[in-house]
Each structure stands twice: as structure tokens, then as C-alpha cells.
Nanobody, 123 residues
Framework: QVQLVESGGGLVQAGGSLRLACVAS????????MGWFRQAPGKEREFVAA???????AYADSVKGRFTISRDNAKNTVYLQMNSLKPEDTAVYYC?????????????????WGQGTQVTVSA
């Protein structure tokens, strides 16, 4: 049984930083995409970032230059370093993984999901 467990969410002031982590168990995702989505109240779940290893990455335009995704395949873990946080970054952040190759931007393309971690950025 595959499980993704996130950690690192919390409350931070605008301009601050947080680091999210997601550990996968039950299978390895070394050559496959792992990433992050987020969902704010009343909005659809949206793509934030994804990576295959640490060399192939993709970001939403809204987070480019502020967020950095990285992988530690030996630990089956993906991280999201979030800097210069803004109130509009407030959302539940979900870790996701695909069992097939290629980074995708739609939540429906990811088979495995974590339970989510709340990130709240105060003005």
C-alpha cells in the first residue's frame, strides 16, 4: 500500500519561509514525477511544482523564483522550499506522485496523494 505523508506546514507572516516534506512508502518513485498541488477554500486544486529527480522540474508561474522543489530519491522524499510567501499562497498543500513517466499538470494524472498540510500566510 502506497502512502505519502506530508509535514512542514504552518502559519507564517508574509515574506517568510516554510519547507514542506513528503515521504513516500510502499513503492519507490525514483524515475517518476513527485510534486505538490494546493487547494484554497472555494477553489480548485492547482499545480504548484513537480520534479523527476532534481534535474527535471516544473513550476506554476505564480511560484517561479520563490519556490524550489527537490528530491532525495534515496529517502523517497520530495521537498518544497517556499520563500517570500504571500497571503495568496494560503492553501492546503498536497503531495502527489505518478506511477508513470512525464510531469503532468492536472491532478487527475496523479495516482497517489498525501493527506495535505495547511499553509497559512498572514498579511
Amino acid at each position: 500500500q502506497v502512502q505519502l505523508v506530508e509535514s512542514g506546514g504552518g502559519l507564517v507572516q508574509a515574506g517568510g519561509s516554510l519547507r514542506l516534506a513528503c515521504v513516500a512508502s510502499g513503492r519507490t518513485f525514483g524515475g517518476y514525477p513527485m510534486g505538490w498541488f494546493r487547494q484554497a477554500p472555494g477553489k480548485e486544486r492547482e499545480f504548484v511544482a513537480a520534479a523527476i529527480g532534481s534535474a527535471i522540474t516544473a513550476y506554476a508561474d505564480s511560484v517561479k523564483g520563490r519556490f524550489t522543489i527537490s528530491r532525495d530519491n534515496a529517502k523517497n522524499t520530495v521537498y518544497l522550499q517556499m520563500n517570500s510567501l504571500k497571503p495568496e499562497d494560503t492553501a492546503v498543500y498536497y503531495c502527489a506522485a505518478r506511477g508513470t513517466s512525464g510531469i503532468q499538470y492536472s491532478p487527475g494524472q496523479y495516482a497517489y496523494w498525501g493527506q495535505g498540510t495547511q499553509v497559512t500566510v498572514s498579511a
